[in-house]
Each structure stands twice: as structure tokens, then as C-alpha cells.
């Protein structure tokens, strides 16, 4: 208890020391981005993670919770309503969890492949009804507000991008909490028996349906949270911010990030909000490298970043994971080098016509010199990295070799 309590301490000091330790505007809001991103994303593994429900349209209830926090700001400027900005995220969860109630009281019956074509059906439905229904959706203008307005909050006014992020920071910490606290309820531990194995669920008198259900409408709410969170930072919601490519981005937030585990879809989250933040200034190909970063991952690490960490448990506990230092060196070596020859082939296909400089070397797509270094260096890469990996494997297994009972690790060596 005392360990976890120390976690949370650890958590809320980072996101307070953050801002102070980046100043620049453009680390705050990405900072702000990533506690976003990381509502949305945990309240995505509630559904799929936890529960094994496959979403494509969790996207709708972010969108949704986004919207009605809009028009809510907009009441406030109104003076319709009088109420501090810092509760807007509560209103977007509320109608997030609204919507929940309503599409999984019928939605939560089936799981598998029948509630994955449910859930793609009504997000497609709500995403068409955003541009026929302009009085709530306003088009494809959207709607904007402003979040100046009303009474401050000690002081502080949210003019100020830095105040925008405490405020998305302290709320994401809170859903972070209230989501991991579900985990640990009979409800959460449930959602992951059906998840397993819903006939045994059943069998003990656990309603399968009423579980998916719970499961779905937590995720609704902390998702419409993450969509007010979202219009209190950019003051306008617009129809890309619930149809299916922000339902396939979410997805992608928890795969790599890793399923299952409940920081996984942090990591993913801040994973993909540098892709999209900062490799999206360097390149205009950084949805290819997204693509392929999450085809890597399915075919290589299917339990995500967050997995493959925790595949060093074993070796962190006997003490051996020191054996894997240098294999993991020399395997790291040309896999890196690899890498970047592909990256940079990549970009050179791309940039015909065009010299331009990469890693300080100038390469020309037209010169056939310039293909040929770099396929040769490629390619001396990739053989070298496939003469590695028997090291790494042989590693890899006396790493998580159990010593014979009796003997300690320094007598088995």
C-alpha cells in the first residue's frame, strides 16, 4: 500500500515539475496534448484492455463529451450559465456517460466481432449525423468557444497555456486514479474474468452482459472527460474528433503502448503524441512511420512497449540481467543503423528530384551513388544484425533460467 502510495506521490510531482523544468510553449502544449491522450487512451483499455471489448467508435463519446463542453463554454460566454471552466471536463464526461448508457444498453449484449461491428456502425452513424445535425455539430465549421470567460479560478483565467495544462493535468490525474481504483473493484476484477472467459463468469452468476455493460459506461464517461479536456485546450470540436480515425488513433495508443496493463496506454499515449507532434515537423511521411511502428509491434511485441518491459521481470528477480547488457549492445548496433538506411531510402523515394541532408550526409535521389551507399550500408547492417540474434537468443534463455534447487547463481556459473 505504502509502495503505491509512493507511486501517486511520484506521479503528481512529475506532472507539477514538468512545465518548470520545459518552459518553452510548445513543451507545454504537447504536455497538455499527452494528458489528454492519456484520458482517452485509458478509457480505451477500460474497453478492450480490461473488458475485451474491441471498439472502433470509442471515438464518439470523446467527440460527444468534446461538444457538449463546447456549447457549455459557449453558455458560459453567454451568461446563460455561471460556473468556473475548471468543471467543463465534468460536463463532457457526463454526456460522454449519457451516451454510454444509451448505446451499450443494447451495444454490451454481444461481444467479439458482433459489438466490434456495433460499435464501427454507430460511429459512422454519429460521425454522418455531425454534418446534417448543424445546430449541435455546427457542420464542417464545428463549434468553438472560449474559456476566458466566467468566474476565474484563484486568479487564474486559463488565458495562458500553462494554466490549461495544470488544469488537464490535475484532472488527469484524477481520472488516472478513479480509473486504476475501478481496476481493483469486484466490478473491474469481473470485467477481466468475462474478458478470459465469459461462459465461467456466467457459470458463478455473474451476469457477462451486466459486466460489459459497467465496463462500457465507465469508458464513456472518463472518455467524454478526456473530450472536455480537449475543448477547454483548443476551444473548437469538429467532426474529425469522433469519427473513425480518431477511433483508429486511440486503438493505436493502447496496442503499442501495450494492452492489458495499466500503464500501457499511458506510454502509448505520450508515444504517439511525439510522433504526432514532433516527427510530423521533420517529415510529411510520419503516418507511414506510424503504420509501420504498429505493424512492428503486432508482428514482434504483441503485448506492446509496456509488455516487453514487463518481459524483464524474471531476469530483474534472478539477478541476470546483466547477461542481456551486451547482447542487447550488439544486436541494438546495426538494428539502429538498419533502421535509419530504411528511414532514409524511404525519404529519398519520396524527395526525387530534391537533394537534401540527412544525418549531415547530403543525398541526392537521382545519383545512383547515393543508392548505393545506401543500400550497401543497409544491407551489411541487416546481415550483421541476423548474426547477432543467435547471441541474443542464448542470452535471452540463460536470463530466465531458473538455477537448480540447491544451487546459487554464482555455483551454477
Not at 287 to 306: A, K, N, S
Request: net charge neutral; glycine share 10%.
Amino acid at each position: 500500500m505504502l509502495r503505491k502510495s509512493i507511486v501517486w506521490i511520484v506521479f503528481a510531482i512529475v506532472l507539477i515539475a514538468l512545465p518548470q523544468i520545459f518552459t518553452s510553449v510548445f513543451s507545454v502544449s504537447i504536455f497538455t496534448q499527452m494528458t489528454i491522450a492519456i484520458v482517452f487512451a485509458l478509457s480505451y483499455n477500460m474497453l478492450l484492455g480490461q473488458g475485451g471489448m474491441l471498439s472502433f467508435g470509442h471515438a464518439v463519446y470523446f467527440g460527444l463529451g468534446g461538444f457538449m463542453a463546447v456549447h457549455a463554454l459557449l453558455m458560459i460566454e453567454n451568461e446563460t450559465m455561471y460556473f468556473s471552466v475548471t468543471l467543463i471536463p465534468l460536463v463532457g464526461g457526463l454526456f460522454g456517460l449519457l451516451a454510454a448508457l444509451f448505446i451499450g444498453s443494447f451495444s454490451t449484449h454481444k461481444a467479439g466481432t458482433v459489438f466490434a461491428m456495433i460499435s464501427l456502425g454507430i460511429g459512422e452513424l454519429i460521425a454522418a449525423s455531425s454534418l446534417i445535425l448543424v445546430s449541435f455539430f455546427g457542420g464542417e465549421a464545428g463549434v468553438s468557444g472560449d474559456r476566458t470567460y466566467g468566474p476565474t479560478f484563484f486568479g487564474f483565467d486559463f488565458a495562458q497555456g500553462i494554466e490549461v495544462y495544470y488544469l488537464a493535468a490535475a484532472w488527469m490525474f484524477v481520472a488516472t486514479l478513479c480509473m486504476y481504483l475501478f481496476t481493483q473493484t469486484p466490478a473491474g476484477r469481473m470485467a477481466n474474468a468475462v474478458r478470459d472467459n465469459p461462459e465461467r463468469a456466467e457459470f458463478i452468476g455473474y451476469s457477462a452482459r451486466r459486466v460489459r455493460f459497467i465496463s462500457f459506461a465507465m469508458a464513456g464517461l472518463f472518455a467524454g472527460i478526456a473530450g472536455g479536456l480537449f475543448a477547454v485546450n483548443y476551444e473548437i470540436l469538429t467532426e474529425e474528433n469522433l469519427n473513425a480515425a480518431s477511433s483508429g488513433r486511440v486503438l493505436l495508443m493502447a496496442y503499442i503502448g501495450g494492452l492489458g496493463f495499466f500503464i500501457g496506454p499511458i506510454v502509448g499515449a505520450i508515444v504517439l503524441t511525439l510522433i504526432n507532434s514532433l516527427l510530423s515537423n521533420y517529415t510529411t511521411l510520419w503516418m507511414l512511420y506510424l503504420g509501420i511502428l504498429f505493424v512492428l509491434t503486432v508482428m514482434f511485441l504483441p503485448r506492446g512497449l509496456t509488455g516487453f518491459l514487463m518481459m524483464h521481470r524474471v531476469p530483474w528477480h534472478l539477478s541476470k540481467l546483466r547477461l542481456l547488457a551486451l547482447p542487447y549492445t550488439l544486436t541494438s548496433i546495426p538494428g539502429a543503423v538498419f533502421l535509419l538506411g530504411m528511414v532514409a531510402m524511404i525519404e529519398m523515394s519520396h524527395a526525387s528530384g530534391t537533394e537534401f541532408v540527412y544525418l549531415g550526409i547530403a543525398l541526392n535521389p537521382d545519383g545512383y551513388g547515393s543508392w548505393a551507399l545506401l543500400v550497401g550500408v543497409t544491407a551489411v547492417a541487416f546481415y550483421v544484425l541476423r548474426l547477432t540474434l543467435p547471441r541474443l537468443r542464448d542470452a535471452w534463455s540463460a536470463a530466465n533460467t531458473m538455477p537448480p534447487a540447491g544451487k546459487s547463481e554464482g555455483e551454477q556459473s
